[in-house]
């Protein structure tokens, strides 16, 4: 099948269902995860059944129209509210953020949050969808403090830096073993790793765009040369960044 007509079986599929019945089915059943809808006013227009339940709500319909300020407490909301006009500022989701969260009984604990724009039929960000899982066994067990958390958001603004696992580990104050074993028990992934995973999304953004050369995209992703950046691509992603271009274009 020819990749115009995969497109139209897409569009002419998906327009005879209703989306937010599917993506509803999808995720309410899930209790430990919170799926969202944002506008670009930061108000709800949908959520999750574990939504309601976070947020001591009867019902979905009590969300709508609200934003974060009106469901969580001040602390909580004033920080997605900053992510969110970051995602709407600059088009880039966010990924894998730690954030503290409140559960029904009171006490705290912590989830692995990723936003995403959506964009209308122009390509204009109108608002995003969010998914939070809760990380019950790495809070219980203390792995996550706010000095730990701090530093996963120094890289995934800095990745394009130099980032080292020593000096990450003394930002978050623990040894480089203990920084290590948290990466691992919460991402499944070593530091390294984490951060190669940053570098190869961001540059995979910028290739679907297809607006810089891929010698740019290299420098601002932090690999300073377009060959190092296409053997970890073709490593990580089995496929070189001029593959992934092409297909991202042909599927436009």
Known sequence: MAPL????????????????DVLQAMFDPLR?????????????????EACVKRCGLNRKEEAIGKTAFALFPKPMAE???RQDERLFQT??????????????????????????????????IVGLACVSRDLIEPSRAHMIDNGFADVIDHMREHYAEKLYVPDLARRARISEAQFERRMKRIFELSAGQYLMKLRISAAARLLQRGEESISEIALQVGFFDQSLLTRAFRRVT??????????????R
Not at 5 to 20: G, H, M, N, W, Y
Not at 32 to 48: A, C, N, P, T
């Open 79 to 81: 920080r997605y509210s």
């Open 32 to 48: 430990e995860v919170v799926f969202s809808i944002k506008d670009r006013q930061g108000r709800y227009v949908l959520i999750s």
């Open 5 to 20: 007509d995969q497109i139209r079986l897409r569009d002419a599929f998906l327009s005879e269902i209703t989306p937010s």
């Open 91 to 124: 088009g880039k989701p966010l990924i894998d953020s730690l954030d503290l969260t409140i559960y029904n009984d009171g006490s705290t604990g912590w989830c692995l949050s990723t936003k995403q724009p959506l964009c209308d039929r122009a390509g204009a």
């Open 238 to 251: 089995g496929m070189t960044p001029g593959q992934c271009r092409r297909i991202a274009h042909d599927w």
